[in-house]
C-alpha cells in the first residue's frame, strides 16, 4: 500500500554528481529509518547509508566523504547526494523505508523498496 518513487539516476562521468530522491506516499503512520541500497551486476545488495528521524547517519566506507544522505520528514522523502562519483559506484539503488502503521496497541511495523534507478558512472 506504500510506494516509494524514486528519481535522480542517469549517466554521469568520474568525478561528477547526482543527487538521488524517494518519495513515500500512501497510507502511513509514521517513518522511521530510511536508507539507500545498491546492487552491481553479480553482487549482493549493499547499504550505502541510511539516515534516522532523529538525524543520525551511517554510511558504508566506500562512499563515507563522498556521498551525504539527508531527509526532510515533513515530505516523506530521503535523499542522496553523490559527489566525487567513481565508476565502481555503478549500480541500481534502492530506496527503502522501515513504516510504522496504526499507534498504540494497534501499531504495525512494515517496510517498503522502491523500484531501483540505475546510476552509471563512466567516461
Known amino acids: 500500500q506504500v510506494q516509494l518513487v524514486e528519481s535522480g539516476g542517469g549517466l554521469v562521468q568520474p568525478g561528477g554528481s547526482l543527487r538521488l530522491s524517494c518519495a513515500a506516499s500512501g497510507s502511513i503512520f509514521s517513518i522511521n529509518a530510511m536508507g539507500w541500497y545498491r546492487q552491481a551486476p553479480g553482487k549482493q545488495r549493499e547499504l550505502v547509508a541510511a539516515?534516522?528521524?532523529?538525524?543520525?547517519?551511517n554510511y558504508a566506507d566506500s562512499v563515507k566523504g563522498r556521498f551525504t544522505i539527508s531527509r526532510d520528514n515533513a515530505k516523506n522523502t530521503v535523499y542522496l547526494q553523490m559527489n566525487s562519483l567513481k565508476p565502481e559506484d555503478t549500480a541500481v539503488y534502492y530506496c527503502h523505508a522501515d513504516l510504522v502503521h496504526g499507534v498504540g496497541l494497534k501499531v504495525t511495523f512494515t517496510d517498503s523498496w522502491g523500484q531501483g534507478t540505475q546510476v552509471t558512472v563512466s567516461s
Open positions: 539516515v534516522t528521524t532523529g538525524g543520525s547517519t
